[in-house]
């Protein structure tokens, strides 16, 4: 049941940053700080898990939990990357064909 803590709060904080960016409509100036805001957030969902829910995080102290969320937060910006590249990646390659 541990094990499942990172793809929850990495899910969490995508969830919310897609949210976000939906919510500012995509405006340059704000889009900016998301890598900073998703492992702040990620520590954020993970400190109110270890206190509410205390097995499903690894950690016995609450330190242990800012860390994964810190890298969940990295990760749920790392999926988000991932997806966007690849469609960059599919589109480019439409293109060529054409």
């Known amino acids: 049941m ?3 803590s990172l ?11 897609q949210f976000y ?6 405006q340059e100036c704000f889009i ?18 270890f ?9 016995d102290v609450w330190y242990h ?8 937060g990295f990760a749920a910006t790392g999926i988000h990357q991932v997806g966007k590249q690849l469609l960059t990646i599919e589109s480019n390659e439409v293109k060529k064909d054409d």
């Open 2 to 4: 541990e094990l499942i």
């Open 32 to 49: 900016k700080w998301i890598p900073l805001i998703a492992p702040l957030l990620g520590a954020c969902v993970s400190i109110i898990i």
């Open 65 to 72: 939990a800012l860390g994964i969320g810190l890298s969940s």
């Open 7 to 17: 793809p929850i709060i990495a899910s969490i904080v995508y969830s919310i940053l």
């Open 51 to 59: 206190y509410c829910f205390p097995d499903i995080i690894i950690g």
């Open 21 to 26: 960016r939906s919510a500012i409509k995509n």
